[in-house]
């Protein structure tokens, strides 16, 4: 794959992945949890494809300032995506506790 191919598909890449976590912002902002899970799945996958696909030559500057660009957007995205989805997982956690020590008292008198 020539150098030009590469930042392309590079770029191409960076910019799924912008997409995909502005999909999954807007998810989030939904509460559409099973949504979410879907797009993060194909977020995980652009990202492997970002790990064998990094150019070994340097981006010109153009191509080097679309990826900073991108990456602001990505790494906003996904603390937006953060704030909304750690309060949610933490009450996940807390009925969990709940349920675990609900579970635990039961099974201490059933052995009586």
């Known amino acids: 794959m020539s150098h030009d191919e590469n930042t392309n598909t590079l770029l ?8 995909l976590t502005g999909s999954m912002l807007s998810a989030a902002h939904q509460n559409d949890w099973d949504r979410l ?8 996958n652009c990202i492997e494809s970002l790990k064998g696909c990094q150019a070994q030559e340097q981006l010109n500057e153009a191509a080097r300032q679309q990826k900073v660009e991108l990456l602001k957007m990505i790494l906003a995205n ?35």
């Open 12 to 19: 191409h890449l960076y910019e799924e992945v912008a997409r």
């Open 37 to 44: 899970l879907e797009l993060e799945a194909g977020c995980a």
């Open 78 to 112: 996904d603390r937006e995506i953060r704030k909304l989805t750690d309060p949610w997982m933490q009450r996940i956690g807390h009925l969990l506790e709940s349920t675990t020590r609900q579970c635990d008292v039961a099974r201490a008198y059933q052995s009586d």
